[in-house]
């Protein structure tokens, strides 16, 4: 019988396509096996970043003083679909099963944006949009959450603005997903840079969204002031982008609508 020769052109192509085959085996099944966890997690990163920018969780806690985690302290919430053509609640979308990107990537629920309405680069602004309502013990709302994404220096920023119960003033901001440049951009993520929205107003006397990020504040005491958060140092773009995307989503165009409504239902 010949001896087959083991070096052969043949064997190696054998061998390498079936040690190929093996670790894509491998890989697929990994992916496909943790598929469930990293949306798990991605879920939970969402919900913890709505309750750090409601108020209600701490910046990087998992739980609160009283030990209850990320989705007990998310249960709170009363979750909500919005027209934001018109304001009004929706009750054919079920909010749990409602994916607000994927509505905006659907010509059939998205419609698309100028250039002089685009200032935060989406291209496509969805007919629908969510909000995480926290109610006080009288039945009345204390936080408005709404979820705000526009272009930074590198890719979109995702994150979500908590107004306060007075409709005109923030409660917190926080971004749970952006590619911008650690210790430059990404200090968006950084508590000290964020706590100066708390209590920031949102909108000019004439009710315009009006939230400015800038180089140096006007003076203390002045209306403007209490406007301003400060720009980050050597993140003008990154700046400029939370600047655009916060007045937008305020906006008629965003959930200006839903507001407008609301204030009005108070009154
Ligand atoms: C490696 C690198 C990363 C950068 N990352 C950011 C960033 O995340 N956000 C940002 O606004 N600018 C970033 N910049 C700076 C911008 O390129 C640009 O110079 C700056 O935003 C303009 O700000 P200035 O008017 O203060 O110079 C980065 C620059 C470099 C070289």
């Known amino acids: ?40 997690n ?24 009283q030990g209850r985690g990320i989705n007990e302290l998310f249960e709170q919430f009363d979750v909500r679909v919005v027209d934001l053509r018109t304001g009004e609640y929706v009750d054919h979308i079920d909010p749990q099963a409602f994916d607000q990107l994927r509505a905006a990537r659907d010509p059939d629920s998205s419609r698309r944006l100028s250039g002089e309405e685009d200032k935060p680069t989406l291209r496509r602004l969805e007919n629908y949009g969510i909000v995480y309502l926290l109610r ?31 409709l005109v003033s923030a409660e917190g901001i926080a971004f749970h997903r952006h590619q911008e440049t650690p210790g430059l951009g990404g200090e968006i993520e950084n508590p000290r840079w964020r706590a100066q929205w708390e209590g920031l107003r949102l909108f000019d006397d004439e009710g315009r969204p009006a939230v400015e990020v800038v180089k140096s504040r006007a003076p203390e005491g002045t209306d ?44």
């Open 136 to 166: 006080g013990d009288d039945g009345a709302v204390e936080r408005t959450v709404l979820p705000v994404r526009g272009m930074g220096l590198w890719g979109t920023m995702f994150g979500y603005l908590a107004i306060s119960g007075d």
């Open 42 to 65: 991605r879920l939970l990163n969402e919900r913890q970043n709505i309750l750090v920018a409601a108020g209600v969780l701490a910046p990087g806690a998992r739980v609160d003083e």
């Open 1 to 40: 019988m010949p001896q087959r020769n083991r070096d052969s052109i043949g064997n190696i192509l054998i061998v390498a396509i079936s040690v190929c085959l093996v670790a894509s085996i491998l890989v697929s099944m990994a992916a496909v096996g943790l598929k469930p966890a990293q949306e798990a």
């Open 224 to 267: 403007a002031r209490q406007r301003q958060v400060d720009m980050l140092a050597g993140a003008t773009l990154t700046s400029r982008g939370v600047e655009n995307l916060v007045n937008f989503w305020l906006s008629d165009l965003g959930y200006g609508a839903y507001l407008d409504r609301l204030r009005r239902e108070e009154a």
